[in-house]
Each structure stands twice: as structure tokens, then as C-alpha cells.
């Protein structure tokens, strides 16, 4: 019996190999040929490095749009940046219940309305945890609708600003591409 055989190149799993590029690949078992549709998920800042030991780290992080301004964090360490509010899914938490969760911790704001706008990868050291780690990012947009506290999280706070400014002033590729798109396609 034959094992997968990728035809195409791009965006799939084959043979226990990513390939990067294409959004459909044919499979070739028993020679029998499948086309299989499948998504790409975008890399953003460093590459992958084959000397580094990385942890996998799913999150979950929102566009927060109230229809005048976008709610972002600032995070004053390990570095300071602004970011997309959001964070690690733990262990038994599904990325909405994290979305929620990290959001009230960074902003302090309740949300509405989490819609999945898509998902990016990155690879980068974690300073605040001393590890290598390629984290999943999902993406969501979502709606703040009540801001129930100060940020819980120590050194976060919450910043409004206008959507362009903040594509400038987010501190990674992958926030900012995001938000990008979402403003060519939404405002």
C-alpha cells in the first residue's frame, strides 16, 4: 500500500510533513488520487529554528472594535508593547472561555460576540516563562461591553486608540497583519 504522496506544494499535512504554499494538495493511497482542500496559516516574525526546543502554546487573542476605536493592552514587561488583548488557552479551556478569561485579566472589560477571524504562528522566546515556544494564535473580533474592573494582570493596562494608530504601535507582525486586513475589509 502506498503511503500520502503530495502533489502540490503548500499549506498541508502530508506525511507528517508541513507544506507550505498551496491551499489544496492530492493524496495518492492504493492509487486511488483525493484532492484535499486545506488552509494556510500564516508564520509571522522569526523563523523556525531546528536548534531550539519549542513548547507548543495555543492562544487566543481579540480585535476589540466599540465602532470608534480599537481596546488594546499595553504591557509594560518583559518589553514594553501594545498588544491584542488575549493569551494561553489552559488546559481544559476551550479559546472562547481563554479569550474571555485573558481579556478581563488585561483589560478588565467583559466581551460580546467573539467571531474567529483566523489564526497565525509564531515562533519566539518567552522571557516571563524562560522558554522557546511556537505559539498558535487565533484571532477573533469581538465587542467590549462593560469594563468591570482595572486590569487584573500586574503590569497591563488598557488603551484605546484609533485602528490605524494602533497597526502602527502593535508590537508584533502577526497582530498588526491582522488588524490590517480586518480594516480593509470592515471600516
Known sequence: MLGPRPVAT???KAAGRFLHGA???VVAMAGIETRMECSVIRRFGEPYQASKRYTYRPGAYAILW???AILTTFQAEPEPEYQ???GGIDPGE???????REVREETGWKIANPRRLGAFRRFVYMPEYDLWAEKLCHI???RPVTCSSPPLEPGHSAVWMEPNSA????GNPGDRAFLTDWIA???
Not at 476551550?94 to 474571555?100: G, M, R, S
Not at 497597526?167 to 502593535?170: A, D, G, P
Open 94 to 100: 476551550t479559546p472562547i472561555q481563554a479569550l474571555h
Open 10 to 12: 503548500g499549506g498541508c
Open 23 to 25: 491551499t489544496t494538495m
Open 167 to 170: 497597526v502602527s504601535l502593535l
Open 140 to 142: 477573533y473580533l469581538a
Open 84 to 86: 491584542l488583548p488575549g
Open 185 to 187: 475589509s470592515a471600516l
Open 66 to 68: 466599540d465602532g470608534h
